[in-house]
């Protein structure tokens, strides 16, 4: 009976058998571990589309000016496939409300369409949306495309949000839309108390066709 080797011990081997040659100073760790940087991925849970989608945002990386209101946002991640590949051509569109909840529904305003990098990640600027009457929590929503891959319909959460009372891990199912703990982020407060910006992560997982 045949065992399959994990992917260190198969690079061990290699490397006995003369089959692996480091060129530089490294170790059989780093390499496993750069090896591993394409492993599966699990798929974004989804979450609904919402009744204030918009076709045609800009294109654009900065959603909000100097003068709006609100705690200054950035949000940065990856879009990949289930097996790890960065997809480079997939098209990401965000939208949300302002701080007072409120959707732009004759304009662009916090709305936005965005390429990948040569790295396979976005980046925005925004503010941190606020809660409107029909919903239960603060958030972004995602429409994410690239070619041989399913659409991505989800929405990004904020474990700060003052509806968790700072335990998401319990109470993220007050809003009923929420479909998966993993949609809850962490928020990091960088900057001092006179400029401080939002800092969250959230990566975009698509699953094949």
């Avoid at 949300?96 to 976005?122: C, L, N």
């Avoid at 989800?154 to 199912?173: R, S």
Wanted: hydrophobic share 40%; proline share 8%; with cysteine.
């Amino acid at each position: 009976m045949k065992t399959a080797l994990t992917r260190r011990a198969l690079l061990e081997r290699c490397a006995v058998f003369g089959g692996l040659t480091l060129a530089i100073p490294t170790t059989l760790l780093s390499v496993s571990e750069a090896w591993g940087a394409a492993e599966k991925r699990k798929a974004t849970p989804p979450c609904e589309l919402g009744p204030f989608y918009k076709r045609s945002a800009p294109v654009q990386s900065s959603l909000r000016t100097a003068a709006d209101p609100g705690m200054p946002l950035n949000v940065t991640g990856g879009v990949y496939s289930v097996n790890g590949e960065a997809l480079l051509d997939a098209k990401v569109e965000v939208w949300q409300t302002d701080i007072f909840g409120h959707y732009d529904i004759d304009g662009y305003k916090f709305r936005a369409v965005m390429k990948p990098s040569e790295k396979g990640t976005y980046s925005f600027d925004s503010v941190m949306p606020g809660h409107y009457p029909q919903r239960v929590c603060q958030h972004i929503h995602y429409l994410v495309a690239a070619p041989g891959h399913k659409p991505l319909v989800t929405q990004l959460y904020f474990a700060t949000d003052p509806v968790f009372e700072g335990d998401p891990e319990k109470n993220y199912t007050r809003d009923p839309l929420i479909t998966s703990r993993e949609l809850v982020r962490p928020v990091i407060i960088k900057g001092d108390p006179k400029d401080m910006l939002a800092a969250v992560n959230f990566d975009c997982v698509l699953e094949k066709v």
